[in-house]
């Protein structure tokens, strides 16, 4: 029954009309093609990553994160919903589209006329008609949600003009593709049009109104001509506006991120090599980098989680990236620091990575932070309370400068035994700075001891000997006294022969875990 089922590619088209169609489809292609070389250009002036490429994760983080919209969570589960929509529509869409030319382009190769289909048939055209009527809705469900958010103005998305010839655009392909196909049900007299069900619709409505064989090839002409040029158009346009994220976030998602809280080490032959440290130009980002200021919609959900931001601090993640692709598409950018990105900006980071964790494009506005403060603390740019703080925690081993012999003020009256004391433990105990000096978290710290003795867990504590971990360092900017300290601390976990630790504090467990 289904046997016979297909369609004409270029149905109601003569070859002149074909030809037109190609040239136009080579043009929009190439002008596509200039715009991404442009932007490779632009990504290319970063160093070269450092990280290889494990083709396994990629794959992995292809299907996961980019195909199945997985990096879509937390925040915002309305536009997420919607976005996958939109993204699904579109790729069975475009997917549809290339099977459309496989058929088209096999069929000639082979020497098959145009009313003879090579696979575009049967029981494959139904599965065809059905799937691509169902993700069209929703890509222009998708696409007229965002509309209506951007009407309503209730989202911290940054707006633009050109979002909404995107959105228009979209819409207007996927209404004029049905309109397309109720034309053409009536001009084949298609059999089980029902399997095209938007399609069917519209041609009823048509119908209704009066198309008939009669006139339906002149509509069906002029309609499929308008939506040809609206695709070749925003083919052309792809590269540069908003939807030029989708490329660049492909990319950025199929990426091995490092872990949230890592940072990239720093050695002190590289500073003597180059006689710079962290960045001070833009060419000292990664390619990576520079390919994720891309990958940025501008959609605030950094913005939004950003606990400087809230604060009122002169900091909003979003504005640091978008400023750092301006300068990146600057014919003659000033200087990037002080002029693009001012040193309040960078110091109001308290670098909880909250940016980082919640971008579902892979982009780390954290780490184009931390790497620029690098920089500052280089050249000597840390005043007040901060650049004391590094001093004393050079000096001393803490940030406040206090004696080591201090260390175990907080324990007093527990019995908590020291290495010295106990130097077969299991666990070691890492107590923290903050808990050894400040009063107040004084309290976790004899209460996790209690909670140690209570369980019975066999443990011990450095004591005097141990030092700052360093993570404030780190994050500050300063990479070589974090690496003085934590080379200090891990020689001291050998010769104590540390396996286990536990700590309470989150900075230092992310400093051993993952600096370390």
């Known amino acids: 029954m289904t046997e016979d089922l297909s369609r004409e590619i270029f149905g ?70 919607a976005h996958r929509m939109l993204f699904w529509g579109f790729l069975a869409l475009f997917i549809g589209t290339i099977l459309v030319g496989i058929e088209h382009y096999g069929a000639s190769i082979i020497g098959k006329k145009a009313t003879e289909p090579l696979f575009h048939k049967g ?45 228009s655009s979209i819409i207007v392909l996927g209404v004029t593709g049905y309109l397309i196909e109720g034309l053409r049900i009536i001009r084949e007299a298609t059999p089980m049009p029902g399997i095209s069900f938007v399609g069917y619709g519209c041609s009823k409505v048509f119908s209704s ?71 001070a130009r833009l060419e000292q980002f990664t390619r990576s980098d520079l390919l994720r200021l891309d990958a940025c919609v501008s959609c605030g959900r950094c913005e939004d989680m950003c606990p400087a931001h809230e604060a009122e601090k002169p900091l909003s993640p979003r504005s640091l990236v978008q400023d750092l692709r301006g300068h990146m598409e600057a014919s003659s950018p000033g200087p990037l620091h002080g002029e693009t990105i001012d040193a309040q900006t960078l110091w109001a980071c308290t670098t909880c990575n909250a940016c980082n964790d919640i971008c ?12 620029l403060r690098r920089h500052l603390i280089g050249e000597g740019e840390l005043r007040g309370a901060p650049a004391a703080s590094l001093q004393k925690m050079q000096r001393a081993g803490n940030p406040w400068g206090l004696p080591a012999q201090d260390r175990l003020t907080w324990a007093e009256g527990l019995n908590v035994p020291t290495v010295q004391d106990n130097p077969g433990f299991d666990v070691l105990y890492w107590v923290g700075c903050s808990a050894a000096y400040d009063r107040r978290t004084m309290k976790v710290a004899r209460a996790v001891a209690q909670l140690l003795q209570r369980a019975q867990v066999n443990f011990a504590v450095l004591g005097p000997e141990e030092r700052c971990s360093g993570e404030s360092a780190r994050r500050m900017g300063d990479e070589f006294l974090f690496q003085e300290l934590a080379a200090a601390n891990i020689e001291t976990f050998t010769r104590h022969n540390v396996k286990k630790i536990v700590t309470h504090c989150p900075h230092c467990l992310n400093s051993l875990r993952q600096d370390y």
């Open 12 to 81: 109601n088209l003569d070859d002149s009309s074909q030809k037109i169609f190609y040239t136009l489809a080579f043009i929009s292609c190439a002008i596509f093609a200039w715009g991404i070389w442009r932007r490779v250009k632009l990504w290319q002036r970063g160093r070269p990553d450092s990280q290889r490429i494990d083709w396994r994760a990629v794959f992995h983080n292809l299907c996961t994160r980019a195909l199945a919209q997985r990096s879509l969570r937390g925040t915002r589960p309305k536009a997420n919903f």
């Open 123 to 167: 029981v494959y055209f139904v599965i065809y008609e059905i799937t691509l009527d169902t993700f069209g809705l929703l890509m222009i469900g998708g696409a007229v949600w965002f509309a209506l958010r951007r009407m309503r103005g209730d989202s911290s998305m940054e707006h633009r003009t050109a979002d909404w010839l995107v959105l």
């Open 360 to 371: 579902p494009l892979g982009v780390r506005p954290a780490d184009y932070i931390t790497d």
């Open 209 to 279: 109104a009066g198309v008939n064989q009669g006139n339906v090839s002149s509509i069906h002409f002029g309609l499929w001509w308008f939506h040809s040029i609206i695709a070749f158009g925003f083919i052309a346009a792809l590269p540069f506006c908003r939807l030029a994220h989708a490329i660049a976030a492909v990319f950025s998602l199929a990426s091995s991120p490092r872990p949230l809280g890592q940072m990239e080490p720093v050695t002190m032959e590289e500073v003597e090599e180059t006689g710079e440290i962290g960045v």
